[in-house]
Structures are given as C-alpha cells and as structure tokens.
C-alpha cells in the first residue's frame, strides 16, 4: 500500500493524509484540507510545511490567498535518492569514525574469544564479517545449507567476495558432485561422507565457525589462532588428499 511506502520514507500520518488528499484534487487551501481531512489546521499546516521541504507539495498565491499542489509523483523517488546518498555518506563517516575508535589490539597466543549468534540475523552478521576480514576462506559443507537458508543473499555474498578477490575452498561429500555451481575463485573437492560432519565448519583468519543449520540456526564462533590452525590443518589435509 502507498500509505506504507510513505511511512517508510519518514512520513507522519497527517503528512499522509495530506498528501493523498492533495493527490486526489491535485491542489486545495488549507482551511479546506482541515475540513475534508478531519484534521486540525495547526497539524495541517504544519504537515503541508514539511511535505513542501521535501520537494513534493509547492504553493500557488491567487490575490494574495495561498493554496498548495502536488508536484508529479516521480518526485517521491527523488526522497529515496537524496536517502540514498544520505546512508552512503553516514557509511562512509561511521567507517572512518570507527577505525578511529578500534583500539589496537595484542593478541596473545593463548588468547580466545567465543560467542554464540542465532537466527538469519545473527548468521547474516558473521557472514559479512567474513568478507570484511579480506582472508581465504576455507568450508566443511555437509550439505548446501547456506544457499536454502539464505537464497537470494547466497548470491549477493559470493558475488561481494569475487568483486573483493577473496579466495574459497570448499570440502564438500561426493553426493553432491553434479550440484554444486562454479564459481570466480572459488575451488571444490569431494570427499566421502565419512569425513564430513552434519555442522559446517568455516575457517578465517584467526577464526572457526561451526554452523548448526535448522529452522532457527545457532553459530558458535570462537576466535583463537591455534584453535582455527589445528582445524585448517585437518582441512589442509583432508584437501590434499584427494
């Protein structure tokens, strides 16, 4: 519905309810607004105020009596650019602000971080945090879990990880030989099913993932250099035998 486009865009009821009665008589006075509208003048000119800030609404003076139009409705999109190029400076401030922030970090070899994320949210969370990191990426895969769970954004992350040149590798067991697509920098091989356990395991970095897939997924990350190298090497060796 319309009415939740415009709330999406930062719209107030009353700026709604303005603007699609002014949508439908293309132009009217205030006072006659408030009548048909039910709302009172105060809000009414308040809202006819904003939505003229926002570039959609514009006044007409007719002896002296101002009334207000809408401008085309292709003016809404520009709302979502001018939104647009808003979140992308805020991004680009944020990073700088948090790299500023981001104390340097000496890790001791012992040391070691642990936690647990949940559901598409928290799994999207260590998904992007993987690329972010810029590493090899290497996966134990039972099955093809994270493209059924994910769909659409399966793509757009190995999309995201090609563009960055961020190299894969992938274990998988042989029953999936015939479905498994390929892809930029991205390496299979295929294993029986005796080296392959239900969780998938992802290794970056300094860091291992073990995802349990089901309807509300649960991922335990542990960051541990000695850790994550004692399971790369059972990948490693696992790779380099077949």
Not at 193 to 206: A, E, G, H, R
Request: aromatic share 10%; proline share 3%; net charge positive.
């Amino acid at each position: 519905m319309i009415e939740n486009n415009l709330e999406k865009l930062g719209f107030s009821p009353s700026e709604i309810k303005v603007y699609l009665y002014l949508i439908e008589r293309e132009s009217s006075y205030a006072n006659r607004i408030s009548a048909e509208t039910e709302l009172n003048r105060t809000n009414v000119y308040e809202a006819l105020d904003r939505l003229v800030t926002k570039g959609i609404v514009s006044t007409i003076s007719h002896n002296k009596v101002k009334s207000y139009k809408t401008e085309p409705p292709e003016s809404l999109k520009q709302i979502v650019l001018a939104k647009e190029a808003e979140l992308k400076e805020t991004m680009q401030s944020l990073t700088k602000d948090i790299s500023k922030l981001r104390k340097p970090v000496h890790a001791k070899k012992d040391s070691l971080e642990a936690g647990i994320f949940t559901g598409r949210k928290g799994l999207r969370i260590l998904f992007e945090e993987i690329l972010e990191t810029n590493k090899p990426i290497c996966f134990f895969a039972s099955q093809l879990q994270f493209k059924s769970f994910f769909g659409a954004y399966f793509e757009q992350w190995h999309k995201k990880r090609a563009q960055k040149g961020i190299k894969q590798r992938t274990i998988f067991p042989k029953d999936l030989r015939n479905k498994v697509k390929k892809r930029t920098l991205l390496s299979y091989k295929f294993v029986d099913n005796k080296y392959i356990s239900p969780t998938t395991t992802i290794l970056f970095s300094d860091t291992t993932l073990f995802i349990q897939w089901s309807k509300e997924p649960l991922a335990i990350k542990i960051q541990n250099k000695e850790i994550t190298k004692s399971h790369l090497n059972y990948f490693n060796l696992i790779w380099n035998s077949k």
